[in-house]
């Protein structure tokens, strides 16, 4: 597990730190800053395409440089860039920073994917992916906990500070790690050619069904859960439910995120990766579903259907992929993934602000995102149906 616990801290420092310490600190950083709502908006708009175009810059050239040296260099420019943010006090060169830390992050990730997915064993990949990726969750517990016990004595500049730190820290440690990762056998560095084509990449994502199963389910997680967790506090302040209520809910999200990636890993390796993927999408949509009902008294379980299925779903995806295809080729096909979920995140974000500007409410909204959920736990449903389909096939006698 030493694999997955580094990988689980570069998760931490890259999309933990990276990707949301931002979001954390923005009402504390305004004033000095001088951000305005407008710098909030643009720095949304500009991280989300930075990620998908780190995404795209990864499937292209990663299986040139290698992946072992992506890891380094973009835990190296993370870090670089934690540190530096106190000293940026204009805000578009604090925007500028968070669009390459977005870049960092996406390449960082398939990073990961493609070493555990060449160099974990067989029968513990998915248990690694997904406690890896994880470790988000983990950063927005540390993010909570900074917030509440540095920030009032070292004001907002030492957060990045700290998370700095820690980047440096955790970019020794995976630095010594990689020196010491043996290369695996070539035959057990997964099936299929070391790496699609370019040309061939979008053709295998549109006729290739494992490949385009993968990336459908993270255009609708992405269509589900970005939505939920931007428009959640709005909503619950519409509702006029305790602003408490939302400081629970995000706690529930991280703490079953944290504990998420080894079980539902565990669950993968033992009983396949469509049975991991169909829990995970019924207990989320189970969530969706009471949360659209009854907002004030299922909001938590909502929260643990998401934490549940956000954080472990990179790791299993991953890991169902690389079942059919080398560890390159399911980083190339990872990084598409992250393509689409972005694309189903903004789609799922742009209705929801319609319909709140038309309808002057959110309840339609969530409806929409219950309803998008079930289509979830449907393709769920085939997936697992076709593995069984498929077992029962492999096991039957030949005449």
Not at 325 to 338: D, L, P, V
Request: with cysteine; aromatic share 12%; hydrophobic share 55%.
């Amino acid at each position: 597990m030493r694999m997955a616990v580094v990988f689980g801290m570069n998760q931490v420092v890259s999309h933990g730190f990276g990707m949301f310490l931002f979001a954390a600190l923005v009402p504390l950083m305004r004033e000095s800053t001088g951000l305005s709502y407008w710098h909030l908006a643009l720095a949304g708009a500009l991280t989300q395409l930075a990620y998908l175009g780190g995404a795209l810059i990864l499937g292209l050239i990663g299986p040139k440089l290698g992946t072992r040296k992506i890891a380094l260099v973009s835990g190296a420019i993370s870090t670089s860039l934690l540190f530096s943010m106190p000293m940026l006090q204009q805000p578009l060169n604090i925007i500028l920073a968070l669009v390459v830390l977005a870049a960092s992050a996406a390449m960082s990730w398939g990073a990961i994917v493609e070493i555990i997915s060449r160099c974990a064993p067989q029968d513990r990949r998915s248990t690694y992916l997904s406690s890896a990726s994880s470790g988000t969750a983990w950063g927005y517990g540390i993010t909570g906990l900074v917030i509440l016990w540095i920030v009032p004595f070292w004001g907002w500049e030492s957060s990045w500070r700290l998370a700095g730190i820690m980047g440096a820290l955790v970019l020794g440690v995976t630095w010594y790690m990689l020196r010491t990762l043996p290369e695996p056998e070539l035959h057990a560095a997964g099936s299929g050619p070391a790496a699609i084509p370019v040309s061939q990449l979008l053709k295998t994502l549109f006729t290739e069904r494992t490949a385009f199963f993968a990336c459908l389910i993270c255009f609708l997680v992405g269509f589900c859960t970005m939505p939920f967790s931007t428009w959640l506090n709005t909503y619950l302040e519409e509702l006029k439910l305790p602003a408490e209520l939302g400081g629970y809910s995000w706690s529930t999200v991280g703490i079953t995120g944290m504990v998420a990636g080894f079980v539902t890993g565990k669950l993968a390796d033992r009983k396949g990766h469509a049975t991991a993927l169909l829990l995970i999408f019924a207990v989320f949509a189970l969530g969706q579903l009471a949360f659209s009902y009854s907002p004030a008294e299922m909001v938590l379980l909502a929260s643990f259907g998401y934490g549940l299925m956000y954080f472990p779903m990179w790791g299993i995806v991953a890991g169902w992929v690389n079942q059919q295809y080398s560890a390159t080729a399911t980083m190339q096909i990872s990084g598409i993934c992250m393509v689409t979920f972005g694309l189903g995140g903004a789609l799922g974000n742009l209705l929801l602000g319609f319909i709140r500007d038309v309808s002057g409410f959110l309840q339609p909204g969530f409806m929409l995102l219950s309803m998008m959920s079930l289509v979830l736990l449907g393709l769920g449903l085939h997936i697992r149906r076709r593995a069984g389909a498929v077992k029962v096939n492999d096991i039957a006698p030949s005449v």
